[in-house]
């Protein structure tokens, strides 16, 4: 018991304190919200999944921030294994979602889903940095690139053909270009990227990208495209109106004519941003970015004080994963981008995503703890 007692003690002297609090009020002031926003159903199951999530959130971000990264990371091959294994399970207890999306796990043990991907984004920073930490000194080598890059495909690869999730996969894509390029990967070999996407496109719209998702995307080229609002535009639509409803104060928590009549099914979820706009205006809006945006800036601010390579890879990853969710999830709100699925991170429900989200902070947060001294730092500046 005093052991337990003297790490909580060395975690409140030496632990980030500022970003686990700017997570819980994130989390409350999206509890709130979805209380508003789950009003109409009449039950309080909302607000207990995502309390219960919070408070194992907190205990794990204490108990993730006393442990050494580099023992976690030492041992990236069974963390890949266990991303394989793990999306895997979707097959056998996967559960479909309303747009076909085998994204859920539904485990019979559990009293909740879990979304298996939002567990596998931590490992993937994770092994990714540590592959990248054995290759520094040739970080633009073919043999280099291609590791990492296979890394990045095999999951992407998993969570397309397994849960269908085009959304969750991009995610990943876009933490690998973070990381790569923080991480000193020559920028030709972006461009060849580029190219080699550009040059398989056809193939992966043709095969890949199911109709709904298609005319997601090419209904903001082609105004033929349910015209009148009632098929794929009426989730964007009704998001874009309860914005506009909101004004600069918006309508008052519980008091949103739209939310309060669920004028959108995923309105504490995905639409939980337009949920907030029409009860607490642009101001609320503002608040929400403001907090979310401060917690991104933390994690680079970890990342850019620790002199160690893989430990500043891990923070940028860190950050990558929310920077995308948050400017995807803004972006379907106010319909200037498709509706891929992808919430509000801290603020939208989802038990799995708070419990992930705080392991991912916990970890920034055992980097805070333990920065290296330069004289023992491994990192060494590729050449360019």
Not at 15 to 23: E, I, K, R, S, T
Not at 46 to 64: S, W
């Amino acid at each position: 018991m005093r052991r337990i007692w003297n790490k909580i003690t060395e975690f409140y002297r030496r632990g980030d304190l500022l970003l686990l609090f700017l997570c819980v009020v994130a989390t409350v002031f999206g509890i709130v919200v979805i209380a508003s926003a789950t009003r109409y159903s009449g039950s309080a199951r909302y607000l207990v999944v995502q309390a219960a999530a919070l408070l194992l959130g907190i205990i794990l971000y204490v108990a993730v921030s006393m442990l050494d990264i580099e023992i976690l990371a030492e041992h990236r091959e069974l963390m890949m294994a266990f991303n394989v294994l793990f999306m895997s399970t979707l097959y056998i207890w996967g559960v479909e979602g309303n747009t076909g999306n085998r994204a859920w796990l539904d485990l019979p043990v559990l009293p909740v889903n879990i979304q298996p991907a939002e567990i596998c984004k931590i490992t993937f920073v994770i092994a990714l940095a540590k592959t990248m930490n054995n290759h520094r000194s040739k970080i633009s080598s073919v043999k280099s690139v291609a590791s990492i890059v296979l890394q990045t495909l095999i999951m992407m690869g998993l969570i397309v053909v397994i849960s269908r999730d085009e959304g969750s996969a991009l995610v990943f894509l876009f933490i690998f270009l973070v990381v790569a390029y923080v991480g000193g990967v020559r920028s030709w070999w972006f461009l060849a990227g580029f190219l080699v996407i550009v040059a398989v496109f056809p193939i992966l719209w043709e095969h890949f990208v199911q109709d709904y998702q298609k005319q997601r995307i090419m209904m903001f080229f082609d105004p033929t495209i349910d015209p009148e609002g009632k098929g794929i535009r009426w989730d964007t639509n009704r998001s874009v109106a309860m914005l506009s409803g909101g004004g600069i104060s918006g309508q008052g928590l519980f008091h949103g004519t739209m939310v309060q009549n669920h004028a959108i099914a995923a309105q504490h979820t995905d639409f939980i941003f337009s949920a907030i706009g029409e009860e607490l205006g642009i101001l609320g809006c503002l608040f929400t970015l403001l907090l979310l945006t401060a917690i991104v800036v933390r994690c680079v601010h970890v990342g850019l004080k620790t002199p160690n390579y893989m430990n500043r890879l891990i923070c940028f990853g860190m950050a990558a994963m929310l920077v995308f969710q948050i400017i995807s999830n803004v972006g379907m709100c106010i319909g200037v981008s498709p509706v891929i699925g992808l919430t509000l991170p801290f603020v939208s429900y989802g038990g799995s995503s708070i419990v992930t989200l705080f392991l991912a902070m916990g970890l920034v947060s055992g980097i805070h703890m333990r920065p290296d001294p330069e004289s023992r730092s491994p990192y060494i500046q590729p050449r360019y």
